[in-house]
């Protein structure tokens, strides 16, 4: 075929079909990469609004029109698209920081086997930014609470905080992520300012400036996620942290040094921690029945009977153990939260002093001036002012003088003479408000060790929150 053929049959001009031939290989469309001279001189404007302040292109067309720009909207856009596609190409710089500088958080959901049951887990990991050590946590939940406790949790492993922690934006962390209306949770500023540090954060889409916490997900799914089964909840913790110190142990492929040992070089350099931990996650409160229960996610759950129709507190520890406080936030129950619906989840020792079988008053006098000597009078006005049920009363006295020391019940004793008060509850209140409990609950040490008795004192401000409305639903 002749070229004005071929240039007929194809739709071209023959000039194209006659430079097509003269070339070696295929040709290959190629569109001019021409720009539009009315843009020049907002190439920059361009460039900073679209790749840094992050501006849609509608707007920034706006902008630029607003500026003075008389070019097309399609040449606009064929620059615009060539500018992103330049800054996909993304490399980056490491980014190592001095000991105690900065400490990286986040967390990822995993389903794994835990008795036989499908389970979604979410794995917490905080890692000390120049050593690299990390501490791993696990819990059913990824509400707020959930994650500072894993947070604090973290901190409190390692020993002391860097100066400032990085996280993403998470709503745990941030009301609004936005570049122009950026503002932080408040709940969160008063943890940081509990433990001392600065947060930061990582910009939307760049996961690349958190990178220490975000690799290692890779690791931990490859070889402790997959394929792994677990017989229950503490087994995994367990398993968890013996693959923590595994981690730890291991010689590290960018700072080509075990963590475990540079740890030991950083922890001067960390900031201190407070002895009390932080309580200003939401608790709620719940009153116990006369049949020494409390209701919680429809179902309920016994607290010893020295509590009966008084308020407590309950927080969820890692979305899986409910905790009891008193008033006086001590801890005084914990249950294992029930899958099931309407369940009653009952510990018997909770009951025990609440049964019928008291004995007579006569033996419990001895009984008590046994254990108290000294204190017939104690003895005397009790079963005068209390004749019908003096020996109900005294046997719940003799109650409660196991739950605290024998100097400080004794003092509760005076002080019923004093006020000439003869009862069991004059006594329980006068103590719960004055002096320190003596429950041991006997924890293993995969039952989250870290409860301690918290300082029932707080800010004003805290109570504030409550009432923000621009906190509704913090959690």
């Not at 302040?53 to 607003?66: A, D, M, T």
């Not at 020792?349 to 008291?358: L, P, W």
């Not at 033996?363 to 006005?381: S, W, Y």
């Not at 008060?421 to 989250?448: C, T």
Request: aromatic share 14%; glycine share 4%; proline share 4%.
């Amino acid at each position: 075929m002749s070229l004005r053929q071929i240039a007929k049959f194809l739709q071209v001009s023959h000039h194209t079909v006659k430079n097509a031939l003269a070339e070696e290989r295929p040709p290959q469309y190629k569109r001019p990469e021409k720009i539009n001279p009315d843009i020049e001189p907002f190439r920059e404007v361009i460039f900073q609004m679209a790749n840094i302040k992050k501006f849609k292109g509608s707007r920034i067309l706006e902008e630029i029109k607003s500026k003075g720009y008389r070019g097309g909207q399609t040449s606009f856009y064929f620059y615009l698209k060539k500018i992103k596609l330049e800054v996909k190409q993304k490399h980056f710089t490491p980014y190592e920081t001095a000991p105690g500088e900065q400490a990286q958080f986040d967390w990822s959901p995993y389903t794994v086997l835990i008795g036989n049951e499908l389970t979604v887990i979410y794995v917490f990991s905080y890692i000390n930014g120049f050593s690299r050590y990390q501490v791993l946590e696990v819990s059913l939940s990824q509400t707020q609470p959930a994650v500072f406790e894993a947070l604090e949790n973290s901190i409190r492993d390692s020993g002391g905080v860097c100066s400032r922690i990085q996280t993403d934006n998470a709503k745990a962390f941030i009301d609004n992520a936005s570049v122009n209306n950026f503002r932080w949770n408040k709940r969160y500023i008063h943890f940081c300012g509990h433990y001392g540090f600065s947060p930061s954060r990582s910009l939307p889409a760049h996961p690349w400036s958190k990178g220490k916490v975000e690799k290692p997900f890779s690791y931990i799914e490859n070889h402790f996620i997959a394929g792994a089964e677990f017989e229950s909840f503490e087994d995994l913790q367990n398993k968890l942290k013996a693959f923590q110190k595994k981690l730890n142990q291991r010689l590290h492929s960018v700072i080509k040094a075990l963590p475990e040992e540079m740890f030991e070089n950083e922890k001067a350099s960390l900031l201190s921690i407070p002895e009390q931990r932080y309580i200003g996650t939401k608790e709620e409160v719940r009153k116990v029945t006369f049949d020494c229960l409390i209701s919680f996610g429809s179902s309920r759950y016994s607290v010893p009977w020295m509590f009966a129709g008084k308020q407590v507190w309950i927080r969820v520890s890692k979305g899986y153990m409910l905790e009891v406080y008193s008033q006086s936030n001590k801890l005084i129950a914990y249950h294992k939260l029930s899958l099931k619906k309407s369940a009653v989840v009952i510990q018997p020792e909770h009951y025990r002093g609440n049964n019928s079988d008291r004995g007579n008053f006569e033996r419990l006098k001895i009984n008590f001036l046994e254990i108290f000597p000294g204190n017939e009078l104690f003895i005397e006005k009790l079963r005068a002012s209390k004749r019908i049920n003096s020996r109900y009363q005294l046997f719940q006295i003799l109650q409660l003088s196991k739950l605290y020391k024998e100097e400080d019940f004794i003092e509760a004793i005076n002080k019923s003479l004093h006020y000439n008060v003869f009862n069991s509850s004059f006594i329980a209140g006068y103590l719960e408000k004055n002096h320190k409990q003596k429950f041991d609950l006997n924890r293993s040490r995969s039952d989250f060790t870290q409860i301690q008795t918290i300082n029932v004192k707080r800010d004003m401000n805290e109570y504030r929150l409550f009432n923000d409305p621009l906190n509704n639903g913090l959690n």
